[in-house]
Nanobody, 127 residues
């Protein structure tokens, strides 16, 4: 049984930091990318960041470059998203996802389907 379990959301003040975790297990894909999408009320879903299983290459949306860092712990089958210098516009539900199409699925989410999704974690950046 595939499990994609996220944790780490919450309320933080502007300029603060949060770390999201995504523990994934039970799937058998030879190649994939794992990372996060986010969706704010009234906005389209956005691929935020991901990391490739093959070579560890990463992708960041322009809106988070320089502020967010994705990493993985293979021993724990867990991926982390360190979010620093948070802004109110980062407020959204963050979903962990796994894509057998790889990094391109996070860059062009309307063209590719994800294989697995987490339930989502709410991040609120507000004073």
């Amino acid at each position: 049984q595939v499990q994609v379990v996220e944790s780490g959301g919450g309320l933080v003040q502007p300029g603060g930091s949060l770390r999201l975790s995504c523990a994934a297990s039970g799937f058998t894909l030879d190649y994939y990318a794992i990372g996060w999408f986010r969706q704010a009320p009234g906005k389209e879903r956005e691929g935020v960041s991901c990391i490739s299983s093959s070579d560890g290459s990463t992708y960041y949306a322009d809106s988070v470059k320089g502020r967010f860092t994705i990493s993985r712990d293979n021993a724990k089958n867990t991926v982390y998203l360190q979010m620093n210098s948070l802004k109110p516009e980062d407020t959204a539900v963050y979903y962990c996802a796994i894509a057998s199409f790889g990094v391109v699925a996070f860059i062009n989410p309307t063209d590719y389907a994800m294989d697995y999704w987490g339930k989502g974690n709410l991040v609120i950046v507000s004073s």
